[in-house]
């Protein structure tokens, strides 16, 4: 378990700020892929939040048995606290179901992780994402320092903002500012939005700055979250 801190920084003027839209369903060929990645977001009381993050360090591998977990954060700094984050990979949709379908059914599941979690959790968000065709999937490290940045797109997809994107994030890793775990795009949820997670402490804040001056021709905003000192009793990658 890593936590995480974030804050939101404006990078062009009102004017050139793009429209947000948000989709229920795949709008492109990338729904008939394989493999995609879901963002998971779970916004805790706050008075629970300890009580969380100890049910999930025991009981974590009931649902990593299911399907692999890329990573589990906790938001340490910016924006709304007492929050979790965590990306799940599935094979395809018919994938995801047969897991949501085993779930449902896993007594132990239930009743030791689903059902005490609920009571301790205001809300859930979820966003399903691909990685780009340019980038790899790197295993984040168990330990050090994340950001997660979210970049809000002019609407087009990334078929207008893709080269850009692609330009101002190899540039700045080559130069050595943090090493990438992963760059996203979203195809559910709020649509014409890159992700890249990246580690590297106070030099991933160097490629999220970089990145975005770069992309000032093609993205609206720019959202971080820096992961800060880890939990050493939880792993931000359990072994599925």
């Known amino acids: ?13 009102p004017r050139m700020l793009a429209t947000q839209v948000c989709s229920s369903f ?25 009580e969380f993050l100890e049910n999930v360090k025991k009981n974590i591998h009931l649902r990593t048995a299911r399907s692999e977990l890329v ?4 938001v340490e700094f910016g924006g709304r606290l007492n929050k979790v984050f965590h990306i799940w ?30 009571a301790l959790i205001d809300k859930q968000e979820s966003e399903i994402t691909y990685l780009v065709p340019w980038c790899k999937l790197e295993k984040p490290p168990k ?7 979210t970049f809000q797109m002019k609407p087009g997809g990334p078929a207008l903002w893709g080269d850009p994107f692609k330009r101002a994030v190899h540039t ?13 795009h979203a195809e559910y949820g709020m649509l014409n939005r890159g ?13 999220i700055g970089a990145v975005a001056a770069s992309l000032h021709q ?12 880890p939990t050493p009793q939880l792993t931000a990658t359990p072994d599925p």
């Open 1 to 13: 378990m890593l936590p995480l801190r974030s804050g939101l920084t404006r990078i062009l003027s």
């Open 26 to 50: 795949a709008t492109g060929p990338r729904q008939y892929d394989g493999t995609f990645y879901e963002f998971r977001t779970d916004y805790l009381k706050p008075s629970k939040m300890n």
């Open 71 to 74: 990573g589990y954060w906790s």
């Open 89 to 118: 990979k599935y094979d395809n949709f018919a994938h995801r179901i047969e897991v949501q379908k085993a779930l449902a059914k896993d007594k132990e599941w239930q009743e030791q992780f689903l059902i005490p979690n609920l």
């Open 143 to 149: 330990e050090g320092v994340y950001e997660l940045a």
């Open 172 to 184: 700045h890793i080559n130069q050595g500012y943090a090493k990438l775990v992963g760059v996203f």
């Open 195 to 207: 992700t890249v997670v990246s580690s590297g402490g106070s030099q991933a804040r160097g490629l």
């Open 218 to 229: 093609s993205h609206s905003n720019a959202r971080s979250e820096l992961h800060l000192q």
